[in-house]
């Protein structure tokens, strides 16, 4: 495979980490072929710094590693793509992405918070916070979990049935809060239920 990428005059070639679930940039750096090896042997991104002239693990020593979960070339084998699964912070600030300054906020791209509520429901089920409701569900368990699940799900159809967008906006957003908390109680992810959903696309 190293020997068809096309290299610059270092030796290097373009490598983007994203988010495997939410599809979210989450950083760019660069590989040799000594880091795109020991990427594919490991499992693990490995990078190469341009600033330190050495190759380096993702999280090594902070713990926010990258496990790859497919790698894609672009058409000129000049760039890949890694698909992660990212623990932690992905940037060296604590964000997430490297790209977290936004310029324009369209919240009709919205969709993709979804992901980033379940990664803080599944941080409340590993880390419960004192005062927090979301470890107040898991403290109490599937049961208290599954009959507030239903709950919302009648009063969405309730608001349904009203001619109030609000309050119907509302509810499916309880509802699907409180279905995202019951999913992690069960071990289910967002990326169980899209799979299931594109199988029966098919």
């Keep these: 495979m190293t020997e068809e990428l096309k290299l610059d005059e270092k030796g290097l070639f373009c490598a983007i980490a994203q988010d495997f679930e939410s599809g979210d940039v989450l950083m760019q750096a660069y590989m040799n072929e000594e880091a795109l090896r020991l990427t594919e042997e490991t499992g693990y991104a490995h ?87 979301t470890s107040y569900l898991f403290e109490k368990g599937v049961d208290k979990i599954a009959k507030k699940t239903g709950e919302e799900a009648v009063e969405t159809v309730i608001a349904a049935k009203n001619d109030d967008r609000g309050e119907f906006v509302g509810e499916c957003a309880d509802l699907m809060y409180h279905l995202l908390v019951l999913m992690r109680e069960k071990g289910v992810k967002l990326s169980d239920v899209c799979t299931e959903l594109k199988k029966r696309h098919r």
């Design 47 to 133: 990078y190469f710094s341009r600033s330190r002239n050495c190759l380096w693990k993702k999280g090594e020593t902070s713990g926010h590693v990258q496990k790859v979960r497919s790698m894609k070339f672009d058409c000129d084998r000049d760039c890949v793509l890694l698909e992660v699964e990212q623990t932690g912070a992905a940037c060296h600030t604590g964000n997430r992405s490297c790209f977290f300054r936004e310029e324009k906020t369209d919240d009709g791209a919205g969709v993709r918070f979804l992901a980033e509520l379940e990664r803080v429901v599944d941080d409340r089920k590993n880390n419960p916070e004192e005062g927090s409701y």
